[in-house]
């Protein structure tokens, strides 16, 4: 019994301790610009289809005081990032797609705007995306271009993340398999403990009785 029992203690202390697939993972940063607009329908439902060709300008930034928060539509309220400098222009593929992402990213501020062209004449407004470990996506759909809708008006959203510390969010991050596994050789070892000290109790009555 004991020998089982170190066992198991060895077992769980292993599990605990981790491996390299429980080691955090530096997150993978991205964004993306999904870009459609409307198009002539015989129907009252409004039809929209992928723009290909569509600019838009990523600048990494910083607040310019730091007791006022960056507005993305106000130039004077945040300057280019002197750490970690980008300033890209990202161009919409025939899917109405446009992503950035790989080492180029970091996390902190970024000033997304859209381009005017022949074919956005009324750019969507200026959007702040923030980049972290916790976000490390941000996806941003302007609506610029549809009919029913204020062309001035951006419309950006985080994209959903797998899990989340529970704070706000009220969501869990998942516990590792690894933590699983050892919370279940654990409740086995006290089983196993329990059944042994009521089979030890039930050998000193039959004894006592036996007397």
Known sequence: MKRMVTIILMVTLGLLLGGPSDRPVAAAFSVS????????????????VPLAGARYRLVHVVAAQ?????????????????TAPLDVVLTTNRDGIARLSGTALVSGHYVLAEL????VTAPARPVLATLSAQAPVFAYSPKSGLVSLDVATGDNRPAEQEARIMQTSGRVTPLPWRRLLALGLLSLMASAVLAAGLRRRREVSAIDTQR
């Open 66 to 82: 730091a007791d006022v928060p960056i507005d993305p539509r106000k130039v004077s309220t945040y300057r280019v990032s002197d």
């Open 33 to 48: 610009v999904t870009k459609r607009v409307s198009v002539a329908s015989q129907t009252s439902a409004q039809q929209t």
């Open 116 to 119: 005017r062209t022949s074919q």
